[in-house]
């Protein structure tokens, strides 16, 4: 055998049912139809709105509806969107207006996809797209002693346990890494002492020690120090009120989720960009991608108002007046047809190189979950799917915060994404309900909507790529099956049943007669480019190396070892293992070429 490739002997241990994507890529070339009448994802969409409609309209309480108990009182719009289908972010939306949408004093009674909803830290995402416009990679990586000059001040006189921040930098906030505190002055008891003190009419140090303050600390002069921000506050300012807070962390040692970082990430966009925060949305996001009901404050007059969707008192939940440095971690406003732009300029990279997106949208660093991975600032959520135990990344950023919340979601193998908003008042004093009713109803979606773009991915590689491919000249061809893999222990894909190479058994002589699985490595180099790449997988994957039976260190090689065995078998400065299929507008392949025998085969129609 003139090649050589890794064979793992059968595991005869018991394992787990369970694979994992084997590359980062996707499985299959990604689907193009979301919404015609015979798409998996449209059957999945109406199926799992009807679910909605049977709970929130009817009242039923099934299995079906047993996810989504609860919820009723939430007024809420989903949208899905695709790359490839563009219909999807017209066609397959879902609103309802809950009670309290359809009693509104202000505002709208009824939502649609132009119906404006706060964000809240969906936020942090545009902020950090900004940041993706506004900065370089110096200044991302650069200290913020030196790009905020009141950090350098603070920091000159710094002690040993305060943050240092001539090690903090904009991509540490940006990916939650930075050690400081999570909210700041925002979230301060001491606000609330000095509330009460005004309604009770009493001593504010009688309610800062009825709070439990140590009686050595004077509230007053603590309040200024912490709290003395104002709607103008400079760097400066804030710098000299938070800069010396003690770290809860040491910079770069673990995720944890501080808006307040995204305060000062803000202020970063502002001093490069030159921009105001009024303009900085605007000029680097909203107008570019069209975004036009998308806002950095509350709009309060027509025509917007009419839109808006005021779930509680308009002065407690909707105009309540914006702290200016706050906005950048959870001050905007959008809409789902806005979000759904978003989602498709980012992930088209409208607005950035192409490189720069892929190079975006990756982990920064884990979670102690095994399920969740962070980057700046994506929630990357690992889904897992039920009958196959591949896994999916979605690329998510989640709101929630007062009376509203939201997400967008990228899911990159299958170049499509959806955009989530929701709305409903809750006094402070009573339970707080709407966020957990918002998970389950993302999670309602996604347990429908993921798995059926994966299942849509699949039956159109089947209808599109596999096949048989021949030469007119010689005795050459290869036939694509799917599923019909002899590698255990994988997930579906399309493999190779066959190639003969000019009367050469190829699998035969390379890969021991296995029927080795034919992944995609590069599903699109660019708009308009007909070539879909793919590569050989011939490894078992495992999601983790317990259910492989394997030792910590021997799992790399035998639970998931595809990602350093690929472009083996080079044969004439080529890789046998890399094919290239030439494919039409439709996505249907033509022909396909094998970059180590050089051999192009046309496909049988
Ligand atoms: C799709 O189904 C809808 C509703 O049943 C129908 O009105 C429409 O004509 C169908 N479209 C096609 C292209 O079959
Ligand atoms: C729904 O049905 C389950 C099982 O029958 C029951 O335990 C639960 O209380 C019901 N919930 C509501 C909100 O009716
Ligand atoms: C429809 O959705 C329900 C849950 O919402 C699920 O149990 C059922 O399997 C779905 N049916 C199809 C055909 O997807
Ligand atoms: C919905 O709101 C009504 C009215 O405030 C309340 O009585 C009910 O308990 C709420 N339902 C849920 C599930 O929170
Ligand atoms: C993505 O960008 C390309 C240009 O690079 C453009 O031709 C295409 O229409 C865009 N796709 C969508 C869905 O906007
Ligand atoms: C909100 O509604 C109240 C009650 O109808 C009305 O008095 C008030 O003017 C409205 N506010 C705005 C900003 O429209
Ligand atoms: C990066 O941006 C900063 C601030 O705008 C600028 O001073 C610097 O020259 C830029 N560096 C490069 C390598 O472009
Ligand atoms: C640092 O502290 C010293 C001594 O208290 C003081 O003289 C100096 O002005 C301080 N420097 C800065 C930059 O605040
Ligand atoms: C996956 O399977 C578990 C157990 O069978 C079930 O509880 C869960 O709802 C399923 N999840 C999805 C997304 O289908
Ligand atoms: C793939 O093949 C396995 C084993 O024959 C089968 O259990 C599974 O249902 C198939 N999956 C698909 C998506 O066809
Ligand atoms: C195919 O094989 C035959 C002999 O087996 C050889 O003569 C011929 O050159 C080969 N053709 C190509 C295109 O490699
Ligand atoms: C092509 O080659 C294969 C493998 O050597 C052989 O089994 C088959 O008979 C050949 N077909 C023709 C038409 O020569």
Same mark, same amino acid.
């Not at 889904?383 to 950023?397: A, E, L, P």
């Given at each position: 055998?003139?090649?050589?490739?890794?064979?793992?002997?059968?595991?005869?241990?018991?394992?787990?049912?369970?694979?994992?994507?084997?590359?980062?890529?996707?499985?299959?070339?990604?689907?193009?139809?979301?919404?015609?009448?015979?798409?998996?994802?449209?059957?999945?969409?109406? @199926?799992?709105?009807?679910?909605?409609?049977?709970?929130?309209?009817?009242?039923?309480?099934?299995?079906?509806?047993?996810?989504?108990?609860?919820?009723?009182?939430?007024?809420?719009?989903?949208?899905?969107? #695709?790359?490839?289908?563009?219909?999807?972010?017209?066609?397959?939306?879902?609103?309802?207006?809950?009670?309290?949408?359809?009693?509104?004093?202000?505002?709208?009674?009824?939502?649609?996809?132009?119906?404006?909803?706060? +964000?809240?830290?969906?936020?942090?995402? !545009?902020?950090?797209?900004?940041?993706?416009?506004?900065?370089?990679?110096?200044?991302?990586? *650069?200290?913020?002693? %030196?790009?905020?000059?009141?950090?350098? +001040?603070?920091?000159?006189?710094?002690?040993?346990?305060?943050?240092?921040?001539?090690?903090?930098?904009?991509?540490?906030?940006?990916?939650?890494?930075?050690? =400081?505190?999570?909210?700041?002055?925002?979230?301060?008891?001491?606000?609330?002492?000095?509330?009460?003190?005004?309604?009770?009419?009493?001593?504010?140090?009688?309610?800062?020690?009825?709070?439990?303050?140590?009686?050595?600390?004077?509230?007053?002069?603590?309040?200024?120090?912490?709290?003395?921000?104002?709607?103008?506050?400079?760097?400066?300012? =804030?710098?000299? $009120?938070?800069?010396?807070?003690?770290?809860?962390?040491?910079?770069?040692?673990?995720?944890?989720?501080?808006?307040?970082?995204?305060?000062?990430?803000?202020?970063?966009?502002?001093?490069?960009? &030159?921009?105001?925060?009024?303009? /900085?949305? #605007?000029?680097?996001?909203?107008?570019?991608?069209?975004?036009?009901?998308?806002? /950095?404050?509350?709009?309060?007059?027509?025509?917007?108002?009419?839109?808006?969707?005021?779930?509680?008192?308009?002065?407690?939940?909707?105009?309540?007046?914006?702290?200016?440095?706050? !906005?950048?971690? &959870?001050?905007?406003?959008?809409?789902?047809?806005?979000?759904?732009?978003?989602?498709?300029?980012?992930?088209?990279?409208?607005?950035?190189?192409?490189?720069?997106?892929?190079?975006?949208?990756?982990?920064?660093?884990?979670?102690?979950?095994?399920?969740?991975? =962070?980057?700046?600032?994506?929630?990357? /959520?690992?889904?897992?799917? @039920?009958?196959?135990?591949?896994?999916?990344?979605?690329?998510?950023?989640?709101?929630?915060?007062?009376?509203?919340?939201?997400?967008?979601?990228?899911?990159?193998?299958?170049?499509?994404?959806?955009?989530?908003?929701?709305?409903?008042?809750?006094?402070?004093?009573?339970?707080?309900?709407?966020?957990?009713?918002?998970?389950?109803? =993302?999670?309602?979606?996604? $347990?429908? !909507?993921?798995?059926?773009?994966?299942?849509?991915?699949?039956?159109?590689? /089947?209808?599109?790529?596999?096949?048989?491919?021949?030469?007119?000249?010689?005795?050459?061809?290869?036939?694509?099956?799917?599923?019909?893999?002899? +590698?255990?222990?994988?997930?579906?894909?399309?493999? +190779? @049943?066959?190639? !003969?190479?000019? &009367?050469?058994?190829?699998?035969?002589?390379?890969? %021991?007669?296995?029927?080795?699985?034919?992944?995609?490595?590069?599903?699109?180099?660019?708009?308009?480019?007909?070539?879909?790449?793919? *590569?050989?997988? *011939?490894?078992?994957?495992?999601?983790?190396?317990?259910?492989?039976?394997?030792?910590?260190?021997?799992?790399?090689?035998?639970?998931?070892?595809?990602?350093?065995?690929?472009?083996?078998?080079?044969?004439?400065?080529?890789?046998?293992?890399?094919?290239?299929?030439?494919?039409? %507008? *439709?996505?249907?392949?033509?022909?396909?070429? @094998?970059?180590?025998?050089?051999?192009?085969?046309?496909? %049988?129609?």
């Amino acid at each position: 055998m003139p090649f050589s490739t890794p064979t793992l002997g059968a595991l005869t241990l018991l394992v787990l049912p369970h694979a994992l994507a084997d590359f980062l890529t996707p499985t299959y070339p990604y689907p193009s139809d979301l919404t015609s009448n015979t798409s998996l994802v449209r059957a999945a969409w109406t @199926n799992a709105t009807e679910t909605f409609d049977a709970y929130f309209k009817d009242g039923l309480n099934t299995t079906a509806t047993a996810g989504i108990l609860g919820t009723e009182n939430v007024t809420f719009s989903f949208g899905l969107f #695709s790359l490839e289908d563009p219909l999807a972010a017209s066609d397959l939306q879902y609103h309802r207006a809950g009670p309290q949408t359809i009693a509104a004093l202000n505002g709208t009674t009824t939502v649609d996809g132009d119906s404006i909803y706060r +964000i809240a830290s969906v936020s942090k995402l !545009i902020t950090t797209f900004a940041g993706q416009i506004a900065l370089n990679n110096t200044v991302w990586y *650069q200290p913020i002693t %030196e790009i905020l000059p009141g950090f350098a +001040i603070v920091n000159a006189n710094r002690s040993v346990t305060a943050p240092d921040w001539s090690t903090i930098t904009p991509h540490d906030l940006a990916s939650h890494l930075s050690g =400081i505190e999570a909210t700041g002055p925002l979230e301060d008891i001491l606000l609330s002492v000095f509330t009460d003190s005004q309604a009770k009419n009493i001593s504010v140090y009688d309610v800062a020690a009825e709070a439990g303050l140590d009686p050595d600390y004077d509230p007053v002069a603590l309040a200024q120090a912490t709290l003395g921000l104002n709607l103008s506050a400079t760097p400066e300012e =804030i710098a000299a $009120a938070i800069g010396s807070a003690p770290p809860v962390f040491l910079s770069k040692t673990t995720p944890a989720y501080s808006n307040l970082g995204f305060m000062l990430l803000g202020l970063v966009v502002q001093r490069i960009s &030159g921009k105001d925060l009024g303009v /900085v949305y #605007s000029d680097l996001v909203f107008t570019p991608l069209g975004m036009n009901d998308s806002f /950095v404050n509350a709009p309060l007059a027509s025509p917007y108002l009419e839109r808006s969707v005021i779930v509680g008192p308009l002065a407690a939940s909707w105009a309540y007046p914006v702290d200016a440095y706050t !906005i950048p971690s &959870g001050g905007l406003l959008s809409t789902i047809n806005d979000l759904n732009k978003l989602g498709v300029g980012l992930m088209n990279s409208t607005l950035l190189p192409r490189d720069q997106t892929r190079g975006w949208m990756k982990p920064v660093a884990s979670l102690a979950s095994l399920s969740y991975n =962070i980057g700046a600032p994506w929630e990357i /959520v690992r889904y897992v799917h @039920n009958n196959t135990g591949k896994v999916t990344d979605i690329y998510t950023k989640l709101g929630d915060s007062g009376s509203y919340g939201g997400m967008l979601a990228l899911i990159p193998d299958y170049n499509a994404g959806f955009s989530f908003l929701n709305g409903q008042y809750e006094p402070l004093t009573g339970p707080q309900t709407r966020g957990k009713s918002a998970l389950k109803l =993302i999670d309602h979606i996604a $347990a429908a !909507i993921i798995p059926a773009l994966e299942a849509q991915a699949a039956a159109e590689a /089947v209808k599109k790529i596999a096949g048989r491919y021949t030469s007119s000249t010689v005795n050459s061809t290869l036939e694509i099956g799917f599923n019909e893999t002899t +590698i255990p222990n994988t997930s579906p894909s399309l493999n +190779i @049943n066959s190639w !003969i190479s000019n &009367g050469t058994d190829m699998l035969a002589l390379y890969y %021991e007669s296995e029927k080795p699985r034919l992944l995609v490595s590069i599903p699109k180099f660019e708009a308009g480019c007909g070539e879909i790449v793919f *590569q050989i997988a *011939q490894q078992e994957q495992f999601p983790t190396y317990q259910a492989a039976g394997s030792g910590p260190f021997s799992g790399i090689y035998y639970s998931t070892f595809d990602w350093a065995t690929f472009d083996g078998d080079r044969f004439l400065g080529g890789s046998l293992r890399t094919w290239r299929t030439h494919v039409d %507008e *439709q996505g249907f392949a033509t022909q396909i070429s @094998n970059d180590g025998t050089r051999a192009t085969l046309v496909k %049988e129609v």
